[in-house]
């Protein structure tokens, strides 16, 4: 792992389910695919957060992560 501020997406690959584990508050998620439509999203969610992606097709996506104080990171993941 590198800083202790980053926000950690695992596993990835995944073909059932995404953890997300951030040292500061996560308001937001969003997963949006290569044309930027948003799949699903969830808000108020804390430091950690298991997410179901067993409905969605085999393919590449993109989790965009809202942290506090208005700063947002985007991982690419892999869905099997």
Known sequence: HKATNEVL???NP???W??????????????VNTQ??????QEHIGNEAQIN???LPASMYYIIVYT?????V???????
């Open 14 to 16: 995944t073909n059932d």
């Open 53 to 55: 992606i067993i409905d």
């Open 74 to 80: 985007t991982h690419k993941i892999i869905k099997m």
């Open 68 to 72: 506090e104080y208005g700063t947002s």
């Open 9 to 11: 997406i695992s596993p």
């Open 18 to 31: 995404l953890i997300i584990t951030s040292p500061k508050k996560v308001v937001k998620y969003e997963i």
């Open 36 to 41: 930027g439509m948003i799949l699903k999203s």
